[in-house]
């Protein structure tokens, strides 16, 4: 049953990050069938379905909250406008305004130490 349950939400998750892009999400539905199918025939007891399964839902998850697509503008050569969805996760860039103020540079003082 678990299984059953990645497979859907890898399909969701494609869908979601690949909206609007057919060929990409024909493709992903391919490779999600296909890597289904490879342990289709495996017994429930195998060892290696329960890590299968979850590596399935991490991808899920990854796509979904994620992937961001970008398309070209058409007035622009060097513009994409990105299609973000509700699912699409939104860092608040914190660690990219704290900069690096933990690194330790062995020694080497910083501008303000001078």
């Known amino acids: 049953m678990a299984a059953i349950q990645a497979y859907r939400h890898l399909l969701r998750a494609a869908r979601i990050a ?8 024909d493709a992903a539905r391919q490779q999600i069938r296909l890597g289904f199918r490879d342990r289709a025939s495996l017994p429930a007891s195998d060892p290696s379905i329960a890590p299968a ?3 399935a839902e991490e991808v899920a998850s990854f796509l979904k909250t994620n992937v961001v697509q970008g398309k ?18 939104r860092g608040d860039n914190e660690s990219i305004k704290q ?9 080497v003082k910083c501008c303000s130490e001078r």
């Open 72 to 89: 070209r503008e058409a007035s622009t050569s060097s513009t994409y406008k990105l299609r973000i969805h509700e699912h699409t996760e």
């Open 53 to 55: 399964i979850q590596h």
């Open 18 to 25: 690949f909206e609007g892009d057919a060929r990409v999400l």
């Open 99 to 107: 900069g690096n103020k933990n690194a330790n540079m062995d020694g």
